[in-house]
T-cell receptor
Framework: DAKTTQPPSMDCAEGRAANLPCNHS???????VYWYRQIHSQGPQYIIH???NNETNEMASLIITEDRKSSTLILPHATLRDTAVYYC?????????????FGKGTLLTVNP | NAGVTQTPKFRVLKTGQSMTLLCAQD?????MYWYRQDPGMGLRLIHY???????AKGEVPDGYNVSRLKKQNFLLGLESAAPSQTSVYFC???????????????FGQGTRLTVV
C-alpha cells in the first residue's frame, strides 16, 4: 500500500479556509485517496475520496495534483466543530488487497 | 438505521481473562475491520474481513482472534487479556463489492477496554 505523509498539526481561524496537505508519492494507478476525520473520542468519519479528478461534496473539496503524488483537503469555511484529526489514506477501491490503514493524521485546531 | 454497533461500550478485565467484542452492521457490507487506538496514536488495524467466512491479519494481530461467521457480524476475541491490550477498539464496515461506487467506511462508537 502507498504510504502517506501529513503534517502533525495545523491551525486555522474560524471562518477561513483550512487546507490540509497530504503526500502520497508512491501511489499506484488503481489506488484512491480517501480522507477521514476523527473528532475527539468518536469513531472516524468519512469525508471524501477521489482518484485523479478534483472532487467536492457538502463537507469539503479534494484537490489531487496531476501526477497524483499529493493532494489537499479543503474545508472552505472552517468552524470550531471542524477541530479534529484528519487522516489521508491511499487504498484500492475494492478487492482482496483493500484495507484502510490509518497513519497519525493531522490535528487541525480551529481557533475563534 | 443503526449502522455499526459495538458491544459492549466499556469493559474492565483482569489480566488473563478472556472476552469477545461484537461488531454488528445492518448495511449489508462486505468488508469489516477491527482497529485499536492508544492515547495520542492513530488507528492501527488488527484484523479485517473482505467477506463472510474470510479473515486476514492487519498490522497488530498478535493476541487477538476474529471470526466472521455471518456477514453482518465481526467478532474480536481476546483469549488471555494483557495490560498492553488496554485501548479503545473501533469496528468499521464498508461495501467494497463489485461495481461499488465508493468504499466509504462507517465506524462504530468504540469500546473502551481496560485490562488491570
Amino acid at each position: 500500500d502507498a504510504k502517506t505523509t501529513q503534517p502533525p498539526s495545523m491551525d486555522c481561524a474560524e471562518g477561513r479556509a483550512a487546507n490540509l496537505p497530504c503526500n502520497h508519492s508512491t501511489i499506484s494507478g488503481n489506488e484512491y485517496v480517501y480522507w477521514y476525520r476523527q473528532i475527539h473520542s468518536q469513531g472516524p468519519q468519512y469525508i471524501i475520496h477521489g482518484l485523479k479528478n478534483n472532487e467536492t461534496n457538502e463537507m469539503a473539496s479534494l484537490i489531487i495534483t496531476e501526477d497524483r503524488k499529493s493532494s489537499t483537503l479543503i474545508l472552505p469555511h472552517a468552524t470550531l466543530r471542524d477541530t479534529a484529526v484528519y487522516y489521508c489514506i491511499v487504498t484500492p477501491r475494492a478487492g482482496s488487497n483493500y484495507k484502510l490503514t490509518f497513519g497519525k493524521g493531522t490535528l487541525l485546531t480551529v481557533n475563534p | 438505521n443503526a449502522g455499526v454497533t459495538q458491544t459492549p461500550k466499556f469493559r474492565v478485565l483482569k489480566t488473563g481473562q478472556s472476552m469477545t467484542l461484537l461488531c454488528a452492521q445492518d448495511m449489508n457490507h462486505e468488508y469489516m475491520y477491527w482497529y485499536r487506538q492508544d492515547p495520542g496514536m492513530g488507528l492501527r488495524l488488527i484484523h479485517y474481513s473482505v467477506g463472510e467466512g474470510t479473515t486476514a491479519k492487519g498490522e497488530v494481530p498478535d493476541g487477538y482472534n476474529v471470526s466472521r461467521l455471518k456477514k453482518q457480524n465481526f467478532l474480536l476475541g481476546l483469549e488471555s487479556a494483557a495490560p498492553s491490550q488496554t485501548s479503545v477498539y473501533f469496528c468499521a464496515s464498508s461495501y467494497g463489492g463489485k461495481g461499488s461506487l465508493t468504499t466509504e467506511a462507517f465506524f462504530g462508537q468504540g469500546t473502551r477496554l481496560t485490562v488491570v
